[in-house]
């Protein structure tokens, strides 16, 4: 029985001790990761990539657009065109995560 509450004992001060330690890594690889997303090449290679998937966007929906504009599923989806959501309905994405709290 004193050996089973010394190992449990053990493995609470382990826990403790993890704990703690598994914190500050995390901390660590939040400030890390925010320096990084915050850093000016990284934001330009963010802009440059949304710009260019936005011409993608586009040129595929054009591309379908015309390919079923002479089909009957293209004139039924026609006229519903105004519903489609747009890149520029998206909010862009400016910053890393901003709390590190669950």
């Known amino acids: 029985m004193r050996g089973r509450l010394w190992f449990l004992?053990?493995?609470a001060v382990g826990f403790v001790i993890?704990?703690?330690a598994g914190r500050e890594?995390?901390?660590q690889l939040v400030r890390a990761t925010r320096s990084l997303w915050d850093h000016p090449t990284t934001q330009e290679a963010a802009g440059v990539?949304?710009?260019h998937a936005q011409r993608l966007y586009t040129?595929?929906?054009d591309t379908m657009g015309d390919r079923l504009s002479h089909t009957r599923f293209g004139e039924m989806i026609g006229h519903h065109?105004?519903?489609?959501p747009q890149p520029e309905d998206f909010?862009?994405?400016e910053r890393?995560?901003?709390s590190n709290t669950f």
């Open 9 to 11: 004992g053990g493995v």
């Open 18 to 20: 993890g704990s703690r």
């Open 25 to 27: 890594r995390y901390d």
């Open 49 to 51: 990539m949304q710009e």
């Open 59 to 61: 040129k595929g929906k």
């Open 81 to 84: 065109e105004a519903d489609i």
């Open 91 to 93: 909010p862009r994405a």
């Open 96 to 98: 890393g995560p901003q």
